[in-house]
């Protein structure tokens, strides 16, 4: 099986800065794209940021030139740094991972989730 565990954010006043990590581990063969969505109360959950095994990213426009991806492919380990933060950034942040698993029957590809991080913002 395999796990996404996130770490980091927290609170912070409008115009902070918060960093999360997330680290995927288990039976891992290797990961592809890494991601972070986010989901407001009563809103649905919307894609922040993601990074291909390759560092391409895909960033939100609501967020671009404000939060950073970045990963480290020998830790299996993905990172947003969010910076001049808005109150409008928070939101639980879920960690996503499209990752293969090598079984007996051959390669099988999944998505995962994390469990989710508070990040809040106050003005």
């Known amino acids: 099986q395999v796990q996404l565990v996130e770490s980091g954010g927290g609170s912070v006043q409008v115009g902070g800065s918060l960093s999360v990590s997330c680290t995927a581990s288990g039976s891992i063969f290797s990961i592809n794209a890494m991601g972070w969505y986010r989901q407001a109360p009563g809103k649905q959950r919307e894609l922040v940021a993601t990074i291909s095994s390759g560092d391409s990213t895909n960033i939100a426009a609501s967020v671009k030139g404000r939060f950073t991806i970045s990963r480290d492919n020998a830790k299996n380990t993905v990172y947003l740094q969010m910076d001049n933060l808005k109150p409008e950034d928070t939101a639980v942040y879920y960690c996503?991972?499209?990752?293969?698993?090598?079984?007996?029957?051959?390669?099988?590809?999944?998505?995962?989730w994390g469990q989710g991080t508070q990040v809040t913002v106050s003005s």
């Open positions: 996503n991972g499209d990752i293969n698993q090598k079984l007996l029957t051959g390669i099988s590809r999944r998505s995962y």
